[in-house]
């Protein structure tokens, strides 16, 4: 359901498009690109009018979705920064996006950030944010194109096993069924997934192939987790599918993601008079009810144990974060293992999932929080942070690194990960470094791992009932390195953070479970995050938080703009001939040498993948591709057939 205000002549204006409800075409009516378009067209600023004045706002949570509808109000919605507020429980911007410590007591991160080119939100707003380390005039997205242009990113140990050899992963590794598997998913309905899981769905064999290993620990998906959120996922980087082996399809900021996001946009925002209210835990929403219609009245917030209530007015507007995925993180150290302080089942009234469960008590317009927060076995894992000088680890690091940790260039290009660890764990060293005033003789290192309930190879306990010295010790373990580890733990500091809703908006879902961005019948009231309901864009990435707040701005404020589907990199012929390939092993797919003698020698020849060299000319190659489609009488009609039968059943799942 796409967002939408009123607009003239009776015809609602849609805000949060959908490219893939209905055939776009020209035609008189259609005075916008195409819903999933982006590029110098889509940077009209709209006129706000009187909509605005005398509005205040208030945003519940300081994360990057709370920033961005902050950014969004000003720069798009023409609104005062004095009277826009932002009210954080924590004593820090960011949310998520965390980055602290020093090189004596260790730094920590709780997570990373990988992207990718067609970010569009993302690249939309920081094109507007001034640079930290720039003159005057350059962006954060100048920054990040001169940091990224000049240091191409790959790996050259994706994946390893047997203590520290380096696994083959230059092909997915996927059998014909296996492939077809994939291709059945992409071509089956989002509204035929509610509730089924990715191991209801794949074949066993299939979540052991170096695909899913990849895929896993990229995305962290586990295999009891939404079927629905990676299909979502396919689709949105299709385009980097053949880049997902080597992850030469990414890209990464300079510094952690506090430091490259956070930093300057929340300098941008204090210029401009926004106001931020820490440790103000808002927790409910006073709502006044007329019919269908819900307008926000006022805020129940606590702050300091003390219970308050701000007072909003009908044209006052409120934007609030549902749920949180690093809510209840419990720490550790070297010497000390996490104690998790949260219920399996209910993480009580006094955390930030409060507010969704109160919004939902309300109205089954607010969703279903209990299904993404109801269960923290299965949305738990346990991230590390390990503060380097030189030690046996970091001359591992180097024999396994594109370029020399301490370069300033690219390292491991991305986590490597132990396909035959028993927690499925992953390593990487990012840019250094990694923090602004980082000593130079310090590395900063992040390690995660996916399953919490396992005991380790080496160390045979769980992940969370490690120590960082005991998980430093099956890290070694796993680099080869085991017999090495009191001299790598003399030079290194850990720091843990459990975490256990770190992937809660993957949990199964069915529709009606996340509320949208704007729920019906709210007249001043927006949601954003990872647990609202867009039309096609995924969760877990900075991208779709800022694109939640940015909808959520431009409804409530009336703003006659349009946030763009995501990319339409998926429709692209390019891109669904080299993932054809790449789902292939990186072998031409069945026909593709056809394809080859048809158009290569037209001006569409540049759209297909090269083929590799192969003896005799061009034609008797073709004759082979045919043979192998066809192969005997025998096998053709089986072929057909079977193609007929996987049809047929597509066809009956559809009913």
């Given at each position: 359901m796409a967002e939408a205000i009123p607009g003239k002549e009776g015809h609602d204006f849609v805000v949060e498009t959908d490219a893939s409800a209905a055939y776009w075409h020209n035609r008189p009516t259609n005075t916008l690109p195409p819903p999933d378009m982006m590029g110098a067209y889509m940077r009209n600023r709209p006129v706000p009018g009187p909509r605005v004045e005398g509005r205040k706002a208030w945003i519940i949570g300081g994360g990057i979705a709370g920033l961005a509808a902050a950014f969004y109000m000003i720069r798009d919605g023409g609104m005062n920064g004095q009277d826009i507020t932002i009210l954080d429980a924590l004593d820090v911007e960011g949310g998520s996006l965390d980055g602290a410590g020093n090189p004596e007591d260790g730094y920590i991160i709780r997570g990373g950030r990988e992207m990718n080119w067609n970010y569009d939100n993302l690249w939309d707003m920081f094109q507007d944010v001034q640079a930290l380390e720039l003159p005057e005039g350059y962006s954060v997205l100048d920054e990040y194109r001169l940091v990224n242009d000049h240091d191409p990113n790959y790996s050259k140990a994706r994946l390893m096993h047997e203590q520290g050899q380096i696994r083959d992963f230059s092909n997915f590794g996927l059998t014909k069924s296996q492939q077809w598997e994939l291709i059945r998913l992409l071509l089956k309905r989002k509204e035929d997934l509610d509730d089924i899981t990715i191991e209801q769905y794949f074949s066993p064999e299939f979540l052991e192939t170096n695909f899913w290993f990849f895929w896993r620990s990229m995305f962290a998906f586990e295999?009891?987790?939404?079927?629905?959120?990676?299909?979502?996922?396919?689709?949105?980087f299709l385009d980097a599918i053949d880049g997902l082996a080597d992850m030469s399809a990414l890209v990464f900021p300079k510094y952690n993601q506090y430091d490259s996001f956070v930093r300057p946009l929340v300098n941008h925002l204090m210029a401009r008079?926004?106001?931020?209210?820490?440790?103000?835990?808002?927790?409910?929403?006073?709502?006044?009810?007329?019919?269908?219609a819900r307008t926000v009245t006022g805020i129940h917030v606590k702050t300091k144990g003390e219970e308050d209530v701000i007072p909003v007015e009908s044209r006052d507007v409120v934007f609030a974060l549902t749920g949180s995925m690093t809510e209840g993180t419990a720490y550790g150290d070297m010497d000390q293992a996490p104690i998790l302080e949260?219920?399996?089942?209910?993480?009580?009234?006094?955390s930030d999932w409060a507010l969704w469960k109160n919004l939902a008590e309300k109205s089954p317009v607010f969703g279903n929080p209990a299904k993404f927060y109801g269960d923290i076995d299965k949305s738990m894992w346990?991230?590390?942070?390990l503060t380097c000088k030189p030690s046996p680890l970091v001359e591992?690091?180097?024999?396994?690194?594109?370029?020399?940790?301490?370069?300033?260039?690219?390292?491991?290009?991305?986590?490597?990960t132990f396909t035959d660890s028993n927690w499925v764990l992953s390593v990487t060293c990012n840019r250094q470094p990694h923090f602004p005033e980082q000593p130079q003789d310090v590395l900063v290192l992040w390690a995660y791992a996916l399953l919490m309930d396992k005991d380790g190879n080496h160390v045979r306990k769980p992940m969370p009932a490690c120590t960082g010295r005991e998980i430093l010790s099956e890290l070694c373990y796993h680099l080869g390195i085991a017999d090495q580890c009191e001299a790598v733990a003399a030079n290194t500091k850990v720091r843990l953070a459990l975490m256990p809703y770190i992937t809660a908006m993957f949990m199964p879902r069915a529709a009606g479970d996340r509320p949208h961005v704007v729920p019906k019948g709210c007249t001043n009231l927006g949601l954003m995050g990872q647990f609202v309901e867009t039309s096609n864009d995924i969760i877990f990435t900075i991208d779709s938080s800022i694109r939640t707040a940015?909808?959520?701005?431009?409804?409530?404020?009336?703003?006659?703009?349009?946030?763009?589907d995501i990319s339409p990199v998926q429709y692209d012929i390019r891109n669904l001939l080299k993932a054809a390939r790449a789902l292939?092993?990186?072998?031409?797919?069945?026909g593709e040498r056809l394809l080859h003698r048809l158009l290569g020698k037209t001006y569409y020849a540049h759209i297909l993948p090269p083929l590799p060299a192969l003896e005799g000319p061009s034609r008797e190659a073709a004759q082979l591709d045919l043979r192998h489609l066809l192969g005997r009488r025998r096998h053709a009609l089986s072929a057909i057939g079977e193609s007929f039968e996987h049809i047929r059943g597509y066809l009956k799942s559809q009913k």
């Open positions: 295999n009891w987790q939404s079927l629905l959120e990676m299909k979502l996922y396919m689709h949105r008079g926004v106001t931020v209210r820490f440790g103000v835990r808002a927790y409910d929403l006073a709502m006044s009810v007329d019919g269908n949260r219920g399996r089942h209910d993480p009580g009234q006094d346990e991230s590390v942070t591992r690091l180097k024999e396994l690194a594109v370029n020399d940790p301490y370069s300033g260039k690219t390292v491991t290009g991305g986590i490597i940015r909808v959520a701005v431009y409804t409530l404020l009336g703003l006659h703009k349009q946030v763009p292939n092993n990186n072998l031409p797919f069945p």
